[in-house]
């Protein structure tokens, strides 16, 4: 038996799965994009910066099988208005998850608190900007991108056949402290 053929036998999770995750040019969005290209959905690769997504569609290429890679397509979006977004979202949440829970259709919300991200390190420069960041936060340290990816793997999967028109705090006790 070859290498090539245990592979293409090995099912993820995800598999036969299709992902758009926006944002996957860095951050939360790329490690959801390579866990999901990693358990075997097809992926779509969305972010604001086209250089971003297709560095981001490469790595899948280049770490991933054949099935997997020839799945996996680059687009520019834009997102500018985030208030607007986050409304988007809250408000279609419940309505959709609702409407199509009995076609075996999920729609959760991921609510990530401070995470370990280029772009919050870079606002957070200073030792004393991150401490009175983290003070804040129960666990004590900046949650890692891949966290918020690994649930979002465990929304997307059969595991959680169960759960819809829910909000999962990934927030490191945050929202548990102070609402």
Known sequence: MSISSVIKDIKGRLDGKTAIITGAGSGIGYETAILFAREG??????DSDLKAAE?????????????????????????TKEEEVKKLIEATLKEFAVTHARENIRVNTLCPGPLRTPELMNLLNTDDKKNRRLCHV????????????????????????????TEIKIDGGLTAAYV
């Open 41 to 46: 959905a097809n992926v779509v690769v969305a």
């Open 55 to 79: 560095a981001c569609v490469e790595r899948i290429k280049e770490k991933f099988p054949i099935h997997v890679r020839k799945h996996t397509l680059a687009y520019k979006v834009d997102v």
């Open 138 to 165: 129960p666990i004590g340290r900046f949650g890692e991108p891949i966290e918020t990816a690994q649930a979002a793997v465990f929304l997307a999967s059969d595991e959680s056949s169960y759960i819809t028109g």
